[in-house]
């Protein structure tokens, strides 16, 4: 079997959209706090990023909208809901609205509730989110050196037992990551796009996700593990591919099949346009948390 690799943090929602169901008139423009971080299991607490809304016609920049000389706590959360662990965050001096925990050795615990406080002393804004970490993914199968793409041999991953969390059914997306990413060794459907937009550079691609895939779309075993099959439409390269299972919270799935939603992902009636599940009391964002587990395998071209 190939050595798994484990991966700091794989999964980057580096860029949220803001939509609104409704129509407003510039004169109706309400700012809002936004808040974006990420727990993955076995890491150190993440940073914890502050800032503010801009008017749909200035032009967005994390840096023109950081906010500063904000309080920034996490809490570990005990069976109660209460804080059991608090831990402290102070801004980085040359990143306006970037906050990090000032302790660095902590990990984060999978099947564990922690909770984001955010307050300003300028500001009315009272901030609060929880997510609770989903238990630790863990690739226990043999995985093959080589699949042929597209064949009848799909790339099952077999996890070890999942504990499902108290807010609802296990959510997994699978990432693959080229490390081969060359024009030449795209995947037919990814080297159309390509060749059809001049504007694409390949590089988006070599990070690709599979999407959302629900509890109905696995099978588990009499054993209680659970089989998963690597998507073909994930595949982005040929060649050499570390491939990322992670378990994501309803924070990060809200946010992700939102905004699928919102990017035409289903269909709308004219002119509606839903907003995106946050899961923030007090303001908008995301904070959620993950397990991730990776392999690596190649993937062959048909015939080959």
Not at 149 to 157: A, G, V
Not at 162 to 179: A, E, H, K, P, R
Not at 256 to 279: A, C, H, K, M, W
């Given at each position: 079997m190939?050595?798994?690799?484990?991966?700091?943090?794989?999964?980057?929602?580096?860029?949220?959209?803001?939509?609104s169901?409704?129509?407003?008139?510039?004169?109706?423009?309400?700012?809002?706090?936004?808040v974006?971080?990420?727990?993955?299991a076995?890491?150190?607490?993440?940073?914890?990023?502050?800032?503010?809304?801009?008017?749909?016609?200035s032009e967005?920049s994390?840096?023109?909208?950081?906010?500063?000389?904000?309080?920034?706590l996490?809490?570990r959360l005990?069976?109660?809901?209460?804080?059991?662990?608090?831990?402290?965050?102070?801004e980085?001096?040359d990143?306006?609205?970037v906050?990090?925990?000032?302790v660095?050795?902590?990990?984060?615990?999978?099947?564990t509730?922690?909770?984001?406080?955010?307050?300003f002393?300028?500001?009315?804004?009272?901030i609060?989110?929880?997510?609770?970490?989903?238990?630790?993914?863990?690739?226990?199968?043999?995985?093959?050196?080589?699949?042929?793409?597209?064949?009848?041999?799909?790339?099952?991953?077999?996890?070890?037992?999942?504990?499902?969390?108290?807010?609802?059914?296990?959510?997994?997306?699978?990432?693959?990551i080229?490390?081969d990413p060359?024009?030449?060794?795209l995947t037919?459907?990814?080297?159309?796009?390509?060749?059809?937009?001049?504007?694409?550079?390949?590089?988006e691609?070599?990070r690709?996700?599979?999407?959302?895939?629900?509890?109905?779309?696995?099978?588990p075993?009499?054993?209680?593990?659970?089989?998963?099959?690597?998507p073909?439409?994930?595949?982005?390269?040929?060649?050499?591919?570390?491939?990322?299972?992670?378990?994501?919270?309803?924070?990060?799935?809200?946010v992700?099949?939102s905004?699928?939603?919102?990017?035409g992902?289903?269909?709308?009636s004219?002119?509606?346009?839903?907003?995106?599940?946050?899961n923030?009391?007090?303001?908008?964002?995301?904070?959620g948390?993950?397990?991730?587990?990776t392999?690596?395998?190649?993937?062959?071209?048909?015939?080959?």
């Amino acid at each position: 079997m190939m050595k798994k690799l484990k991966i700091l943090s794989i999964l980057l929602l580096s860029t949220i959209v803001f939509f609104s169901c409704e129509q407003y008139e510039q004169d109706d423009y309400q700012e809002y706090v936004v808040v974006e971080g990420y727990m993955t299991a076995g890491e150190r607490l993440p940073d914890i990023y502050v800032s503010s809304t801009l008017p749909a016609n200035s032009e967005y920049s994390f840096e023109n909208s950081a906010i500063s000389n904000a309080t920034v706590l996490v809490s570990r959360l005990d069976d109660d809901g209460n804080p059991e662990e608090v831990f402290e965050y102070a801004e980085l001096i040359d990143q306006p609205g970037v906050y990090f925990p000032l302790v660095q050795s902590y990990r984060v615990k999978p099947l564990t509730q922690y909770q984001l406080d955010v307050v300003f002393n300028n500001r009315p804004e009272e901030i609060r989110a929880v997510t609770t970490v989903p238990d630790q993914v863990e690739v226990i199968n043999d995985i093959p050196e080589s699949v042929v793409y597209q064949s009848e041999n799909q790339l099952e991953i077999v996890l070890d037992r999942i504990q499902q969390t108290s807010d609802g059914q296990n959510v997994f997306v699978f990432n693959s990551i080229s490390l081969d990413p060359a024009i030449e060794n795209l995947t037919p459907f990814y080297l159309s796009v390509v060749e059809d937009d001049e504007d694409i550079d390949i590089n988006e691609y070599v990070r690709n996700s599979s999407g959302l895939i629900n509890e109905g779309n696995f099978e588990p075993q009499p054993d209680g593990t659970v089989l998963l099959r690597f998507p073909w439409i994930g595949v982005a390269f040929y060649g050499d591919n570390l491939v990322v299972t992670l378990s994501v919270d309803k924070n990060l799935a809200d946010v992700i099949r939102s905004q699928e939603v919102q990017l035409g992902g289903s269909t709308l009636s004219p002119g509606e346009i839903p907003n995106l599940l946050y899961n923030i009391d007090g303001g908008i964002g995301v904070f959620g948390s993950m397990t991730a587990d990776t392999i690596r395998t190649s993937f062959a071209r048909p015939f080959e």
